[in-house]
Nanobody, 129 residues
Framework: EVHVVESGGELVQAGGSLTLSCTVS????????VGWFRQASGKEREGVSM????????SYAGSVKGRFTISRNTAKNTVMLQMNNLKPDDTAVYYC??????????????????????WGQGTQVTVSA
């Protein structure tokens, strides 16, 4: 069973920075993907960023590109999301998800294609104007 735990969400002022952390365990495959997703109140969940365990290849949503940076520490099975220049529109519950790389790529491309093996409980990020 894949187990995912996020942390780091809090209240921050617009223009500020925040780092979210995601720790993953239970993945049997060495090639896996870890992604960050978010869901704002009244809106659908959207992909934020994803990283591959193999080569560190990353993907970003257009709305966060240039402001957010995803990084991985494969030795600790940890993925960080550094968020800079935060905006009120970034306010959401942020979820970390993990699974085999092909599964995560499919889910990133279209959530109807697949479902990650593991989801975290979510961490609230609130950006005040």
């Amino acid at each position: 069973e894949v187990h995912v735990v996020e942390s780091g969400g809090e209240l921050v002022q617009a223009g500020g920075s925040l780092t979210l952390s995601c720790t993953v365990s239970g993945l049997n495959s060495g090639d896996y993907g870890v992604g960050w997703f978010r869901q704002a109140s009244g809106k659908e969940r959207e992909g934020v960023s994803m990283v591959s365990s193999i080569d560190g290849a990353t993907s970003y949503a257009g709305s966060v590109k240039g402001r957010f940076t995803i990084s991985r520490n494969t030795a600790k099975n940890t993925v960080m999301l550094q968020m800079n220049n935060l905006k009120p529109d970034d306010t959401a519950v942020y979820y970390c998800a993990a699974g085999p790389l092909a599964q995560m790529i499919n889910f990133w491309m279209n959530p109807r294609f697949d479902t990650p093996d593991g989801w975290g409980q979510g961490t609230q990020v609130t950006v005040s104007a």
